[in-house]
């Protein structure tokens, strides 16, 4: 089983709609990392939490550090959100804050 | 914001030959760089971690002399792929982190070996 698990895996959304994509982990984090990978493959950093809920328009990042879980929501979804959005963690007493990164879920929104 | 500028984008070398890919933190010291290699449809798979100044540390199966990693200075690290063949091929990513739970990551370079 691996240490950080997203869903869904894929996840097809109309224009508009309200997007949510799910992470579990299993260890003990310092943080946890939402990340966006374009089709380019470039990846940008959206979120990075310890605790609580972190917004950046349409965008809502959550972290439940007792349950293990986190959720990022997407608002009004639009096409140009179209991507591979991944969850990362950085272990406790994990050394040279090394990441372990989830599969990823690949998001399309249709027009 | 923090940016880290990779170089080359796309690279297509005939077999044999090296690669050399760069990644220059362009506002901020890199004190540990981190290399990845993604398959397609697959998450990052760390291949090394580098801190400026010192060796890399390479993860279980990446081979240390077929990958060189040199991380000279605070703002540069780079990753030679040495002797490339076509499993060789695939898209490199690096990442750089200034201590602070922080992480930047580089555009990534997709390499094709012939």
């Known amino acids: 089983k691996n240490e950080v698990e997203q869903s869904p895996q894929n996840l097809t959304a109309q224009e508009g709609e309200f997007i949510t994509i799910n992470c579990s982990y299993s260890?003990?984090?310092?943080?946890l990392h939402w990340l966006q990978q374009h089709p380019g493959g470039g990846i940008v950093s959206l979120f990075m939490?310890?605790?609580g809920k972190k917004k950046h328009g349409r965008l809502i990042a959550t972290i439940n550090i007792q349950e293990k879980h986190s959720s990022l929501h997407i608002t009004a979804s639009h096409p140009r959100d179209s991507a591979v959005y991944i969850c990362?963690?950085?272990?406790?007493?994990?050394?040279?804050?090394?990441?372990?990164f989830g599969k990823g879920t690949l998001l399309t929104v249709n027009p | 914001g923090a940016v880290v500028s990779q170089h080359p984008s796309r690279v297509i070398c005939k077999s044999g030959t090296s690669v050399k890919i760069e990644c220059r933190s362009l506002?901020?010291?890199?004190?540990?760089m981190f290399w990845y290699r993604q398959f397609p449809k697959q998450s990052l798979m760390l291949m090394a971690t580098?801190?400026?100044?010192?060796?890399?540390?390479?993860e279980q199966g990446v081979e240390k002399d077929k990958f060189l990693i040199n991380h000279a200075s605070l703002t540069l690290s780079t990753l030679t792929v040495t002797s490339a063949h076509p499993e060789d091929s695939s898209f490199y990513i690096c990442?750089?982190?200034?201590?602070?739970?922080?992480?930047?990551f580089g555009s990534g370079t997709r390499l094709t070996v012939v």
């Open positions: 990442s750089a982190s200034s201590g602070l739970d922080g992480y930047t």
């Open positions: 260890v003990g984090i310092s943080a």
């Open positions: 939490l310890s605790s």
């Open positions: 990362a963690v950085r272990s406790l007493g994990g050394s040279n804050y090394k990441l372990t």
């Open positions: 506002d901020f010291q890199a004190t540990t």
């Open positions: 580098s801190n400026e100044g010192s060796k890399a540390t390479y």
